[in-house]
């Protein structure tokens, strides 16, 4: 018998050392995936246990942690939460964090790689681990004049320095003050969030960066840039000039915004129409250019690719099959075309800095407790879109556009305004999205600005961009100017 | 029984002429005993220690109730020591301590997330626990007394076996039998599930098992038809097999119970093949439980279910499916956090695992402890069975034999089934770590292991070759 014992005993010795390599596999080797999982939240929890560092907009902090008796040792608050909420997100006891404490969780909570001898350091000398102070690029003046511009409207504006990237402000309307969201009750959490959930004017959501919206005719930037960038177009290139335009293939009808032709005669240049922000025109140069074209251009400026600032930012959309009655239909706009206001802000941007897009960013630097920089963020450019003489050429259509064009409403007294109104069809009986997007000073631009204003601002069909999205975009920049 | 009625009477050294081995033995110190004292003061010391560190980790303060509680454990180990230095006085000095020190550990870890759902008093597990591992050293302590020479059990074998289905099939019987997270292996009173009679009958089973092999094993090995290499039993001589293999499947299919049918399968095959000497005995019930298995994998929901949520665990969809991954992922959570070294007693969070003082108490441990602890664990496990296994090599009655090396090899699979489920070894199925998860009915088992354990490795010592 002892002959099979033998055997017996090495079976039993080879089930332990599976057991002794499967708990090192899992406790060594996947433990930093397993950690890293989304839905641990053992790591979330730890996140809160620590001291996070705080959050700043010119050396004043917009999230800190402060001392707390309770058994998360410390309380995260946030100040001005609302105006701040679309930036720093908040992070919950129960759930998953948002904003910039999440995409940043690992250096707020000091969890980082860079961070790790830190820790270790931390761990040795028995202090308690601190987090790194995050420092964004959010000028507090521009945020606030954007916030007090937008006033009760739904919607986002969006301004970032063309020659950087850097982003001044971000401010998304309705918001919420994440401070209710950070209090140590799990109940009161969860009840708070269910009642952001369930409000109508979905607060939770950045609409900066979160919200697809069709963008009607400040999409004819992006047109107009392809077909000059194709060198088949001047601004002077001329369309037939009818009333009505049938789509081709289809029974239905394009009209210009206001009905009847473009300014008149039998004719009409690019220039005009973009100025006049005409359809039929732009419908016609669509068609003769593309969608191939049309494309290739949006995807330069950032359409249909993940991008983060490090806020992830959803996919802005140029569909990617389309027959030409879509065609026509989305060299303004319409069909499936959809962007943020960050894209259109980005469209502004790389033609303001001369046809070069750069990478948007909200944080300018990282620094660990002992004041020793983690990660500083340099300019970066994104992708060369243009020519800078086709920027040029768009800046100049474009402040025509704002000086006695569709735009009319962002004119500042003795400052060159460039800019293009949107007026966006959603679904049928549905309420208009009206945009604005531009940037000032037009000869050497400082601040590019995308303002949405959805739900038609509360005049469903009547409203337009240029009656409700540009004077808010005037007021910021006279505010920024003026300083 | 010659040998141990004269084991009982030495008390006082009779006044006999030197020269017989016996009276010299009476006048040894104790090695054994000694050793064994000074492991278990040991081991009651670690436990203490353990206790206080998982308050200081999560109260921040010293509690003096469980303590007590533990030292009036500690005195019933000592007590059951005592009895061994009358009754059993050459049995293995490492069985007891080792037992005590996997059943502390397991009350601290208990009592740890009792603090964590802030649970007092006997609404409190750790407290239950306490109570039954009382309980279950009173039990040992009365089969180390009761059972004087193993040989008795032999005559009972098919009691046993009677008794062991019996247990088995228990749950079964309607307003008797409970069910507690899906699997019908519970019997209780009432409303309260108290009781796992699966967890006695193993050891009945095993007794059934060693018994009839040493019986029937030469018409189980001696004929059968060659096939290449390999000599098959007759048809006639699959009987048993076939019994045990329909009781596993029994198991599967009406409690639910993946792990008990495995354990019971396992169990018997591995005794057969000691007793038989046959690797084609493995083989043909590997092959029959492999098919069971299979064929409950794809017809029994709760089986797949298992399956899959061994093989695409992180699976989002699986993650969140009505009994899925969750918990097994969290455990992995939990033991990622332990990491190497653990985050120290009190320190974790092993309650946001579901069940994490039963059936994922290693997985608390892991997550408290680290690799460290479990390596410490499972070093553990390992020696109590090796010297299980002992017995196996040094004995000379082939009953005895058998029973000791069935006896510990029930405790290796167990830890190997839900040890290897809670990291993915194997599918997941419910099953108590021996000695550590909170239940009665296991603790009650495992120490009347230890009993039988310390019994035949005193009996294998003391008459080296005596018994045939």
């Known amino acids: 018998m002892n002959r099979e014992l033998k055997r017996v005993s090495i079976v039993v010795l080879l089930m332990f050392v599976a057991l002794l390599a499967s708990t090192t596999i899992v406790q060594v080797f996947q433990a930093d995936s397993l950690s890293a999982d989304a839905r641990n939240t053992r790591t979330l929890y730890d996140s809160y246990s620590v001291e996070r560092g705080p959050i700043l907009v010119a050396g004043e902090p917009i999230a800190l942690s402060v001392p707390a008796d309770d058994e998360y040792k410390f309380q995260r608050t946030y100040s001005n939460g609302p105006l701040y909420a679309p930036i720093t997100g908040f992070i919950p006891l129960n759930g998953a964090p948002t904003g910039l404490e999440h995409a940043l969780n690992r250096e707020l909570s000091g969890t980082s790689d860079a961070q790790f001898f830190d820790k270790m350091n931390a761990l040795i000398t028995g202090q308690n681990p601190t987090g790194a102070t995050v420092e964004v690029t959010i000028d507090p003046a521009a945020q606030q004049a954007a916030w007090d511009a937008l006033g009760d409207l739904t919607g986002s504006v969006v301004v970032s320095e063309p020659a950087t990237g850097r982003i001044l402000a971000m401010v998304s309307k309705p918001s919420y003050d994440p401070n209710l969201l950070t209090v140590h009750d799990n109940q009161q959490v969860t009840d708070s969030y269910q009642s952001l959930l369930n409000d109508e004017g979905d607060p939770l959501i950045n609409r900066g960066i979160g919200a697809l919206n069709p963008p009607g005719s400040v999409f004819k930037l992006v047109v107009v840039t392809a077909a000059l960038e194709s060198g088949k177009f001047t601004p002077e290139s001329t369309f037939p000039n009818p009333a009505t335009f049938q789509l081709p293939g289809s029974s239905a009808v394009v009209i210009n915004s206001g009905g009847g032709t473009c300014g008149g005669g039998d004719t009409v240049t690019i220039a005009t129409a973009l100025k006049q922000s005409c359809n039929i025109p732009l419908a016609e140069l669509g068609l003769q250019l593309g969608d191939d074209a049309i494309r290739e251009t949006a995807e330069k400026f950032g359409f249909n690719s993940d991008y983060s600032t490090p806020l992830d930012v959803s996919q802005s959309v140029y569909p990617t099959v389309l027959d030409d009655a879509q065609t026509a239909l989305s060299a303004f706009g319409q069909t499936d075309v959809r962007a943020t206001t960050l894209q259109m802000a980005m469209v502004s941007a790389a033609i303001a800095n001369g046809g070069q897009l750069m990478t948007p960013n909200l944080v300018d630097k990282v620094t660990a407790p002992n004041l020793s920089p983690i990660q500083v963020f340099e300019p970066e450019t994104m992708e060369r879109v243009m020519s800078p003489e086709t920027a040029a050429t768009l800046t100049q259509m474009m402040v025509n556009g704002v000086q006695d064009g569709a735009a009319s409403n962002a004119r500042i007294d003795g400052v060159n305004v460039a800019g293009k109104t949107g007026t966006a069809e959603n679904a049928e009986d549905e309420p208009y999205t009206l945009w604005f997007t531009g940037f000032a000073p037009a000869e050497d631009p400082k601040y590019a600005i995308t303002v949405l204003v959805e739900d038609g601002g509360g005049l469903g069909q009547t409203g337009y961009g240029n009656l409700l999205a540009a004077p808010i975009a005037k007021q910021v920049l006279e505010a920024v100017l003026n300083k | ?468």
Not at chain 2, 77 to 97: G, M, N, Y
Not at chain 2, 286 to 304: P, R
């Open chain 2, 1 to 468: 029984m010659p040998a141990s009625s004269n084991r009982s009477t030495t008390t006082d050294a009779p006044e006999r002429p030197l020269g017989t081995g016996r009276v010299r033995r009476l006048h040894l110190p104790q090695k054994l005993r000694n050793l064994e004292l000074f492991l278990l003061l040991l081991a009651c010391g670690i436990n203490a220690a353990t206790v206080v560190l998982v308050q200081l980790g999560a109260l921040g303060r010293i509690d003096t109730t469980l303590v007590l509680l533990g030292a009036g454990l500690s005195v019933l180990v000592l007590a059951l020591h005592v009895v061994l230095r009358v009754v059993a006085r050459e049995a293995d000095p490492f069985i007891l301590p080792i037992a005590t020190l996997l059943n502390g550990l397991g009350i601290a870890m208990i009592y740890r997330i009792d603090l964590a759902n802030e649970e007092y008093g006997w609404a409190s597990a750790s407290v239950r626990q306490t109570a039954w591992s009382a309980l279950a050293i009173g039990c040992a302590i009365a089969v180390i007394l009761i059972i004087r020479n193993h040989r008795v059990l032999f005559r009972y074998t098919y009691v046993a076996g009677f008794v062991g289905v019996a247990l088995l099939l228990l749950p079964l019987v309607p307003g008797l039998g409970r069910e507690v997270s899906g699997a019908r292996v519970w019997i209780g009173v009432g409303s309260f599930a108290t009781f796992q009679p699966g967890e006695i009958a193993k050891i009945a089973l095993a007794v059934f098992f060693a018994g009839y092999l040493v019986r029937n094993r030469d018409s189980l090995s001696m004929v059968g038809k060659k096939i290449l290499w390999m000599r098959f039993p007759r048809l006639r001589d699959l009987g048993p097999i076939l019994v045990v293999w329909a009781l596993s499947m029994s198991v599967i299919i009406f409690q639910r119970d993946l792990g008990t049918a495995l354990l019971y399968f396992g169990l018997f095959l591995v005794m057969l093949y000691l007793a038989t000497g046959r690797l084609s005995w493995v083989l043909l019930g590997m092959s029959l439980f492999l098919g069971g298995a299979l064929i409950a994998s794809q017809t029994l929901d709760y089986v797949n279910g298992r399956f899959q949520n061994w093989l695409d665990a992180l699976n989002p969809d699986v993650y969140g499916a009505d009994g899925g991954s969750y918990q097994l992922v969290q455990g992995l959570f939990g033991l990622a956090k332990g990491g190497l070294i653990g985050t120290g007693l009190g320190q974790g969070r092993p309650e946001i695992t579901p069940v994490p003082q039963s059936d994922y108490i290693i997985a608390s441990l892991g997550e408290e402890l680290g690799l460290a602890g479990i390596f410490a664990i499972l070093a553990l496990y390992l020696l109590l069975v090796a010297r299980g296994f002992r017995i196996g090599f040094a004995g000379n009655d082939d009953f005895g034999k058998l029973l000791g090396v069935g006896l510990s090899f029930v405790i290796a699979l167990q830890c190997f089934i839900v040890i290897g489920g809670v990291t993915r070894v194997i599918p997941l199925t419910g099953l108590t770590t021996p000695f550590l998860a909170a239940g009665g009915s296991s603790l009650i088992a495992n120490w009347i292991i230890v009993a039988v354990l310390l019994r035949l490795s005193d009996t294998v010592r003391n008459q080296p070759r005596l018994v045939v």
